[in-house]
C-alpha cells in the first residue's frame, strides 16, 4: 500500500515504457524511407519498383510473423516475448549498415570493411560494364534479407503491448492507454526526419542505421527490471490491483473469463469467431493506408515537390505532418468519454468513435488537388489522414480485448497483424509499381500525369478505405458479445 493508501498508477510506467518501444519501432522503421531516395538509391541505382519491392516483403514476412508472433507471446508471457521481440528487430536494424560492405565485397571480390571505403568502390565498380545491374541485384537482396529480420522482430511489438494493455488496464482505460502508448509512432515519425537524414548527410546512411538500432538494445536493459505481472508487482498496491481487475468480477459469471484450468486454446480456434474477422477487416485497409504515408511520405515530397529529406523545408514537412496525427491523442480518449458520459458497452462505444474517425481520411481526396497551390495544404491533410488513422488503431486493436479473453489476445492481435501486413504489401509495392508504370508512360488521370497520376489514385483509395472497414466490422460483429472459448 503506498502512502496514505492512495492508488499506486504503476501502469502507467508500464504504458510509459511501451511508448518508448514503439518511438524506436517507428525510428527503426523511418530509415530506410527517409534514406533510400537521396542516399542509398543514387549509391545503389534503385527505381521505385525496387523499393517497393523490399517494403512490400517487409509488410508480408512482417504479416506472417505477426500470425506466430502473437501465439509466441501468449506462451511467452508478456516480459520474455518483448525481450525476444526487440532483441531480433534492433539486431536486423544493424544489419542493414552493412549491406554496402558486403555489396561491394560479393560483386567486386574486394572485401573492404569500411562504410566509405565501400562506397567509393561500388561507385567506381558501377562504371564496368555489367556490374551496375548486378550492384543493384545484389543490395537489393541484402537489404531485403535485413529487412526480413527487422520485420520478425517488430512483429512481436503489438502483441506484446496490446497483451501487456490488457493485463495492467482494465477494459474502458484501455482504448486511452492504447493511444497514450501509440503516439509513441508519431514521436518516433517526429524525431526521425530532424535526425536520420542529417546522421545519414554528415556521417553516412550506414550510421543511421546503427545508431538508432542500438538504442532497443538500451531498452531491454530497463525492461529486464521494470517489468512484472501485477499480482506479482510490488510496486502496484492493492488499490491499483483491484482497479486493474475491475472487469473480473463484472464477468465472473459469464463464459467469455479466463478459464480456471488456463485449458489450452487451438490455434485455428479463434478463427471460428466473427469477432476475429472484424479485428482483421479493421487492420487491413486501414493500415495498407498507413503503411503507404509511413514509407512514401519522403518520396512523396521529394519527387512532388523537389524538397529532399536532409533539406530544411523537407525535413519540416515530414515533421508536420506527424505533428499533427499527434491530433490522435485527443482521438483515442473519445471511446473512453462516450462510455463514460452514456453507459454504452465498451464495443459500443469504441465503434461510435470510430465511425467518426472513419470520415476524416475523405480529405485524402484533395491532397493532389490542393497541393498544386502550396505543398503546406498536402502537408496538413496527410497529417489528418495519420491521426485519424492512429485513433482508429489505438481502438480497433482493442476490439479484441474487449471480447477476448486474456490467454489469446496476443493471438489474435497476431493475427489481425497478418492482415496488415498484407494490405501493407498490397499498398507498398502495388503503390512502387504503379509509380514506376506511370512514370513510363507518362500516365494521365484526373488531370494529372506521369507519377502525380500514380499518387493521385493511390489518394483516392486511401480516402474511403476506412469508412468501407467500419462497415465490414459493423455488419460482422453489430452488437458486443463476449467470446466463448
Not at 7 to 28: E, H, K, P, Q, T
Not at 307 to 331: D, K, V
Not at 431 to 454: I, Q, T
Amino acid at each position: 500500500m503506498t502512502k496514505n493508501g492512495k492508488m499506486s498508477n504503476y501502469r502507467w510506467v508500464i504504458c510509459g515504457m511501451l511508448f518508448a518501444a514503439l518511438v524506436i519501432n517507428y525510428l527503426d522503421r523511418q530509415v530506410l524511407s527517409l534514406t533510400w531516395k537521396n542516399f542509398i538509391a543514387p549509391e545503389f541505382d534503385w527505381t521505385d519498383a525496387d523499393y517497393g519491392l523490399i517494403t512490400g516483403v517487409f509488410s508480408v514476412v512482417y504479416a506472417v510473423s505477426m500470425l506466430f508472433a502473437g501465439r509466441v507471446v501468449d506462451k511467452l508471457g508478456t516480459k520474455k516475448g518483448f525481450m525476444w521481440a526487440i532483441g531480433v528487430w534492433s539486431a536486423g536494424a544493424c544489419l542493414h549498415a552493412i549491406c554496402g560492405i558486403l555489396t561491394n565485397g560479393i560483386v567486386t571480390g574486394d572485401w573492404i570493411m569500411s562504410f566509405v571505403g565501400a562506397r567509393e568502390n561500388i561507385l567506381l565498380a558501377k562504371n564496368v560494364s555489367g556490374l551496375s545491374v548486378m550492384i543493384t541485384t545484389v543490395s537489393v537482396w541484402l537489404f531485403l534479407g535485413a529487412r526480413t529480420i527487422l520485420s520478425i522482430g517488430e512483429a512481436g511489438n503489438f502483441p506484446c503491448s496490446i497483451k501487456a494493455v490488457a493485463e495492467y488496464f482494465p477494459k474502458k482505460d484501455r482504448g486511452f492507454a492504447t493511444g497514450v502508448f501509440n503516439s509513441g509512432a508519431q514521436i518516433g515519425a517526429l524525431i526521425a526526419p530532424f535526425t536520420i537524414p542529417l546522421i545519414a548527410k554528415y556521417y553516412g546512411w550506414e550510421m543511421s542505421f546503427l545508431v538508432i538500432g542500438v538504442l532497443g538494445f538500451v531498452w531491454m536493459g530497463a525492461w529486464v527490471f521494470v517489468y512484472k505481472e501485477p499480482h506479482r508487482n510490488p510496486r502496484v498496491n492493492v488499490a491499483e490491483l483491484n482497479y486493474i481487475e475491475q472487469d473480473v468480477a463484472a464477468e465472473s459469471d459469464t463464459v467469455a473469463a479466463e478459464p480456471a484450468d488456463n485449458k489450452k486454446i487451438g490455434f485455428l480456434r479463434p478463427f471460428a469467431f466473427r469477432q476475429t474477422w472484424a479485428v482483421i477487416f479493421g487492420r487491413f485497409l486501414p493500415d495498407s493506408v498507413w503503411w503507404f504515408l509511413l514509407f512514401w511520405a519522403p518520396a512523396f515530397i521529394s519527387e512532388v515537390y523537389g524538397y529532399s529529406t536532409s533539406s530544411l523545408t523537407g525535413m519540416l514537412a515530414i515533421f508536420a505532418i506527424y505533428f499533427i496525427s499527434m491530433l490522435s491523442m485527443a482521438g483515442s480518449y473519445l471511446p473512453t468519454f462516450i462510455i463514460n458520459r452514456t453507459g454504452v458497452n465498451p464495443y459500443s462505444g469504441r465503434m461510435k468513435a470510430m465511425l467518426i474517425f472513419a470520415f476524416f481520411p475523405l480529405l485524402g481526396v484533395g491532397v493532389m488537388p490542393l497541393g498544386q497551390i502550396s505543398l503546406w495544404f498536402s502537408v496538413v491533410i496527410i497529417g489528418i489522414m495519420a491521426a485519424a488513422h492512429q485513433s482508429w488503431s489505438a481502438n480497433v486493436y482493442n476490439v479484441v480485448s474487449d471480447m477476448f479473453p486474456k490467454s489469446v489476445v496476443a493471438t489474435v492481435t497476431g493475427a489481425a497483424g497478418l492482415a496488415s501486413g498484407l494490405g501493407s504489401f498490397m499498398s507498398n509495392y502495388g503503390a512502387g509499381c504503379l509509380f514506376s508504370y506511370a512514370g513510363a508512360v507518362n500516365m494521365h488521370f484526373l488531370g494529372f500525369e506521369g507519377k502525380n497520376a500514380g499518387y493521385m489514385i493511390v489518394f483516392l483509395c486511401a480516402s474511403v478505405a476506412y469508412l468501407l472497414s467500419w462497415c465490414i466490422m459493423k455488419i460482422l460483429v453489430p452488437k458486443y458479445k463476449l467470446v466463448k472459448l
